[in-house]
């Protein structure tokens, strides 16, 4: 199985910064698609981002397309999500997930972080 650990949530205000990372480990990284969903409260869990396993091709929610960007870095088994100008409704729960190339659904999830955006 593959194990992923999410850091980099916290407090920030509108129009601020921040990046998350996400780290995996327990099988090869270089294997899986990547992806970013969150969950606001009293929300269905949405897709944000996602890499393929290259990271030759990225895709994103129209909400927060020209202010997230994700890349990887396989040498260090690591996802990240730099997440620039903000809003109070970004603030929800981010989950990294891995998709087994060839999969029609992510196969592992990490336990979340959260993430506060104050207006």
Known sequence: ???LVESGGGLVQAGGSLRLSCVA???TFSSYHMGWFRQAPGKER???TAISWSGDSTYY???VKGRF????DNAKNTVYLQMNSLKPE???VYYCAALKVG???PD????????TVSS
């Open 46 to 48: 949405e897709f944000v």
């Open 69 to 72: 960007t994700i890349s990887r």
């Open 90 to 92: 970004d603030t929800a």
């Open 1 to 3: 199985q593959v194990q």
């Open 108 to 115: 592992y999830w990490g336990q979340g972080t959260q993430v």
């Open 61 to 63: 929610a129209d909400s």
């Open 25 to 27: 480990s327990g099988r």
């Open 103 to 105: 999969a029609s659904k």
